[in-house]
Nanobody, 123 residues
Framework: VQLQASGGGLVQAGDSLNLSCQVSNFTFSSHAMGWFRQAPGKEREFVATVGWNGFMTSYTDSVKGRFTISRDNAKNTVYLRMNSLIPEDTAVYFC?????????????????WGQGTLVTVSS
């Protein structure tokens, strides 16, 4: 199983970014997907999850209303649209495959992880 995340970069506060994560060698459409992030010197934290069919989503409070998770099962790809970025969003963002179909906020419920993509938001 391979997860290839992309779309990170250096932006200014208030800007937007689109992250993508393409998954291969995996029954993508049967599993929920998630995005996590790890800021410098901090623990990895949950950001968002989307269920197998794209209709069930959940977000951490700090990104609600700003971030949108979505998926395209035909392309085996999960996305994270990030609007109104703030410096506190600076982190390495990781995509991961959930063991079940409905999504989870808990990292132990995720089995395979991508390599991460760095998002840096300047003030």
């Amino acid at each position: 199983v391979q997860l290839q995340a992309s779309g990170g970069g250096l932006v200014q506060a208030g800007d937007s970014l689109n992250l993508s994560c393409q998954v291969s060698n995996f029954t993508f459409s049967s599993h929920a997907m998630g995005w996590f992030r790890q800021a410098p010197g901090k623990e990895r934290e949950f950001v968002a999850t989307v269920g197998w069919n794209g209709f069930m989503t959940s977000y951490t409070d700090s990104v609600k209303g700003r971030f949108t998770i979505s998926r395209d099962n035909a392309k085996n790809t999960v996305y994270l649209r990030m609007n109104s970025l703030i410096p506190e969003d600076t982190a390495v963002y990781f995509c991961a495959t959930c063991r079940g179909p409905l999504g989870s906020i808990l990292s132990p419920d995720y089995e395979y992880w991508g390599q991460g993509t760095l998002v840096t938001v300047s003030s």
